[in-house]
Nanobody
């Protein structure tokens, strides 16, 4: 059993910052790529940022320069530092991980954490 658990969402004013965390736990040998996705009401889920185990990061154009993804491989944890938040960043943010366990390798998702940017 593998779980990804997010934390750190909440309500913030425009221009503010939040830091999301996502920890993977369970029967894990290794976690390869990890990433953050988001889904706003009435819209499809979209990629925010991903990071390889070696630390290579890719960002959506809409967040590049404002958001920073990082990870701690020893803790199987990925972070998303979000600065200069805008109302259009409001969404449920989901963590994703490519997990290698005993006899399996699968994609797992967290339950999501709400981020609301509003004055």
């Amino acid at each position: 059993q593998v779980q990804l658990v997010e934390s750190g969402g909440g309500l913030v004013q425009p221009g503010g910052s939040l830091r999301l965390s996502c920890a993977a736990s369970g029967n894990i040998f290794s976690v390869y790529a990890m990433g953050w996705f988001r889904q706003a009401p009435g819209k499809q889920r979209e990629l925010v940022a991903t990071i390889t185990r070696r630390g290579t990061a890719i960002y959506a154009d809409s967040v590049r320069g404002r958001f920073t993804i990082s990870r701690d491989n020893a803790k199987n944890t990925v972070y998303l530092q979000m600065n200069s938040l805008q109302p259009e960043d409001t969404a449920v943010y989901y963590c994703n991980g490519d997990v290698q366990g005993m006899g399996f390798r699968e994609d797992y998702w967290g339950q999501g954490t709400q981020v609301t940017v509003s004055s």
